[in-house]
């Protein structure tokens, strides 16, 4: 997982990220509900030519005609007394202010940056923002399928090497600053699939649930070179919803890190799983297979997004796994997306099974 934080204390000038440019930064994942309250919002602090100038340089169309409704009521109500407010209103326009006008002309953020502008705009009411990566795999192939675990649920038909394969994660702010300023609790739920979509009856082979709870702390210390922006504590369950032979579940306790040097970023996780009575452990040697951690790198380079996650058990048989991702630009709403998985725990059923997988889709969201 890459933890979130909330509001950073630290840009790469050591500035707060402006709320003007978390906006902008999750412009992409904000729900259109969301973006159908802006109208209902505080007027732009001015409606003169330059607030018109940069309306227009808004690229989308729902956006752009928010920040235009904004120009006309404050123009409109430029001579009229403004009434009193209350507390919650006056909160809401201060953020609305700072959010708009929006620069479109902001350089590309980092990790860090974007995470803390994910925490100022989950302080809107209904917004959902991306957790994990989000995307869909209509084409993936898999070196060694487990077709013993198969025979168990779909015993009529044969598996498919060749399968559908897709992740849908999100989170939400529960507590802003929960301690003091930088410290952040979260509710996530990642949910992975497997699809045999080619198969006759086009059943999901395994399906992978994984709600967590975990609290976020902003960190600007200098490490080699690297500015640690964020240290993560949380609890995390995860359980592939069968029964009996295929059942498969833990809980864990992870502790994670997030370190940054420009358009480089690298996380570090490590966790303590959670002991369960032998009569209800599905999996008593998972440890062995997904070992105790792993550590993710991610690098941006113009529009392309690659990321490398490796793990090993640490023992002498070197158990482990690595997966290759590249995101590269297709459209304004989406890119193309290649996964390439070798290795132990790609899944849950197959937590015990080396696999190689190759998948070609799109992704809907970036992990920086």
Known sequence: MIAKPGPSRHRDSQSPVPAREAFEIMRPFVPPLALLLLPCLAPLPAWSAEGLGECAAIEQDRLRLACYDQLARRAAGAGEAAGAENDETVARDSLTEEVLPLNLATEELMLGQRLAAES????????ITPHERNYLLPVTWNSNPNREAWAL?????????IEAKFQVSLKTLLWHEVFSPGSHLWVAYTQENWWQVYNTSSPFRETNYQPEVFMTFDNDWRIGGYTNTLLGIGFNHQSNGQGGELSRSWNRVIGSAVFERRRMSLQLRAWYRVPEREADDDNPDIDD???YGDVTGIW???EHEFALR?????RSESRGAVE??????????FKGYIQLYNGYGESLIDY???????????????LM
């Open 120 to 127: 100022e705009i989950t302080q809107l009411a209904w917004v």
């Open 153 to 161: 649920q779909e015993s009529d038909s044969a598996m498919d090497d």
């Open 289 to 291: 297979y997904l070992g």
């Open 300 to 302: 941006k380079w113009r």
């Open 310 to 314: 490796l793990r090993n058990n640490l």
């Open 324 to 333: 290759v991702e590249w995101t590269f630009p297709l459209n304004e709403r």
């Open 352 to 366: 015990d099974r080396s696999v190689t997988r190759i998948g070609f889709g799109i992704s809907m969201t970036d």
